[in-house]
């Protein structure tokens, strides 16, 4: 069981480039989330989907596009990197269950140079 | 959603109960404190949760004030594997979609 799996893991960028990063679950769960986390910091809500086809903004969505065109997968964009976007970045699911309860990716640390 | 108040941080002692507070002085009645924990720089990990009444499973018990103002989460035997920094988050319904927001949380430190 794979869970949520993210990819890539590690990525290099420098200040303007632009990146894709891909979240995908195979626990067919319907919600579908991306936060960030700064050093010493905790978890802030970028974007996330209630469903597919789906997306709608957190707290920080400043800077970052978001696509759930299939139900497993759910897409973050990054158009025009900026330093200040480098991150660690978690995936997370949650299906419809009496516990509503998380499941995260094992997180995508990027650095913008 | 209410927001939540935690120390920054925290000791026990290995094989001690380790007790963590959080404060929710604004939970309105339909809100679940849920707590997370996250170690290292790993995805933050589901331990437990409840409404109004207090509740244990395998990992920790969960002690939450009658006017459900502030909670406790409970490790009753820590480890060192349990050093972690872990999360209080107040949470609307449980069948209603919502979205999780994360404070700063309360780094455990469990020493030998």
């Known amino acids: 069981n794979a869970g949520v799996t993210q990819t890539p893991k590690f990525r290099v960028l420098k200040t303007g480039q632009s990146m894709t990063l891909l979240c995908a679950q195979d626990?067919?769960?319907?919600?579908m989330y991306w936060y960030r986390q700064d050093p010493g910091m905790g978890l802030r809500l970028i974007h996330y989907s209630v469903g597919e086809g789906t997306t709608a903004k957190g707290e920080v969505p400043d800077g970052y596009n978001v696509s759930r065109l299939k139900k497993q997968n759910f897409l973050l964009g990054l158009e025009s990197a900026a330093p200040s976007q480098t991150s660690v970045y978690f995936c997370a699911s949650s299906g419809m269950e009496a516990t509503g309860e998380l499941f995260f990716g094992e997180g995508s640390r990027l650095t913008v140079l | 959603d209410a927001k939540t108040t935690q120390p920054p941080s925290m000791d026990c002692a290995e094989g001690r109960a380790a007790n963590l507070p959080c404060n929710h002085s604004?939970?309105?009645?339909?809100?679940?404190v849920y707590w997370y924990r996250q170690i290292h720089s790993q995805g933050p990990q589901y331990i437990i949760h409840?409404?109004?009444n207090n509740e244990t499973n395998e990992m920790a018990s969960l002690i939450i004030t009658e006017d459900r103002k502030s909670s406790t989460l409970i490790l009753p035997h820590a480890t060192l594997r349990d050093t972690a920094v872990y999360y209080c988050?107040?949470?609307?319904?449980?069948?209603?979609?919502?979205?999780?927001?994360f404070g700063s949380g309360t780094k455990l430190n469990v020493k030998p």
């Open positions: 626990m067919n769960h319907e919600y």
């Open positions: 604004t939970i309105s009645g339909n809100e679940y």
């Open positions: 409840g409404l109004k």
């Open positions: 988050i107040v949470r609307v319904g449980i069948y209603n979609f919502n979205k999780f927001y």
